[in-house]
């Protein structure tokens, strides 16, 4: 739905489909307490209604409304819920990993110094296998392990930085082995199987919650479409697309279910039906919110409400006609 909105000219600048990769944040997320913390990157939605984050607000968000999860402010690449606990989808690679370790200090500091026996809460950070070349991903890898943070590091290895293949980027291709290096266990699982993530998160998020630290969580999925919708996907080859489309985790998911009689054909078309209604109703509601107004524009901007946006008279800077001359038709 997400690709027929962009292609009508619903939505705005970049939208990154997460189609292929459903069970890493499935896996990972269900697993949580509304008061523990995910740090997501651009392919943030999916994260946002793992964590509970309402399928209108996401929808609106991606919209660019009013109704939104950040009021039409972040859009898709940046979505944000405090009520929820996600810290936000972040857009350049690797910035988000520090917001997720300065959280998982936190909860610790909170456990630990304020004393607040209850507070036991854990992070996600979510990022790919691109950043795993990254200054910040050994930087906070290394101050995780030495502080012992309860945070789990969740690369979702798609095994393309855009155009670039994992294969050629990278020295080591084996992104978990990078955790033992830094004193945290490291594992590699198959992130197509929503049942094989959710084992290796359960170890992961309850070894954080203990007070045993960090762990790297290195997840082989697979991106269906291209890096953005604004990608033509002309680099893969067809037959690795086709090899991973043939392993599909929601089509897997089906089949287990009904292979081992946990539910019917019936019983999963009904969820399907299901499905499509939330997804029909937050197009539907998205489509009839409203657009910001200007006088939202340099709202949560700067931090000092009276800085740069805010004129001597107390309006907003853009409200004033002057501060726009000589800038062509706006």
Known sequence: MCAQMYYRGKMFGFVHL????????????????KEDSVVSTYRDHVHALSKGVPARAVMSELFGKTTGCCRGQGGSMHMFSKEHNLLGGFAFIGEGIPV?????????YRREVLKEADCDHVTLAFFGDGTCNNGQFFECLNMAALWKLPIVFVVENNLWAIGMSHLRATSDPQIYKKGPAFGM??????????LKVR????????????GEGPTL???ETYRFRGHSLADPDELRDPAEKAHYAARDPITALKKYLIENNLA?????????????????????????????????LLENVFADPKGFGIGPDGRYRCE???FTEGTAQV
């Open 18 to 33: 997460y189609n292929g990769q459903e069970a890493v944040s499935t896996g990972f997320i269900k697993l949580l307490k």
């Open 100 to 108: 997720a370790t300065g959280a998982a200090f936190t909860s610790k």
């Open 185 to 194: 266990p490291g594992i590699h699982v198959n992130g197509m199987d929503v």
């Open 199 to 210: 084992a290796v998160a359960q170890t992961a998020i309850a070894r954080a919650r203990s």
């Open 217 to 219: 969580v290195e997840c």
């Open 264 to 296: 019917t054909e019936v019983e999963l078309k009904a969820i399907d039906k299901k499905i499509e209604e939330v997804v029909e109703d937050a197009v539907e509601f998205a489509d009839e919110s409203p657009h910001p107004t200007r006088s939202q």
């Open 320 to 322: 004033d006609p002057k």
